[in-house]
């Protein structure tokens, strides 16, 4: 089982959605501890992964060795890869 961190600026990400939102992200996550690769696919160009959640992204970095996902940002679709 994978253990699931966020990082101060994923948490305040996190927080500051509505409810419905956090419910369903924190659903998302709750699969991902089973099988991370299976719910992420790897971003271009840099060491960070991704999945959906409808409009908003999860952007996280899988540590294989550690069996952790690092939640590093979240947030809609149309603005989180300009916050990496």
Not at 50 to 61: E, L, P, Q, S
């Amino acid at each position: 089982m994978w253990q699931i961190i966020f990082t101060h600026k994923a948490r305040k990400d996190f927080l500051s959605l509505e409810k419905q939102s956090q419910q369903r992200i924190a659903k998302k996550l709750d699969g991902a501890k089973a099988n991370p690769e299976k719910e992420f696919e790897a971003l271009a160009d840099c060491d960070y992964s991704k999945t959906r959640v409808g409009d908003y992204r999860i952007i996280a970095m899988l540590d294989f060795e550690k069996k952790e996902v690092t939640v590093h940002r979240i947030g809609h679709r149309k603005n989180i890869y300009d916050k990496l």
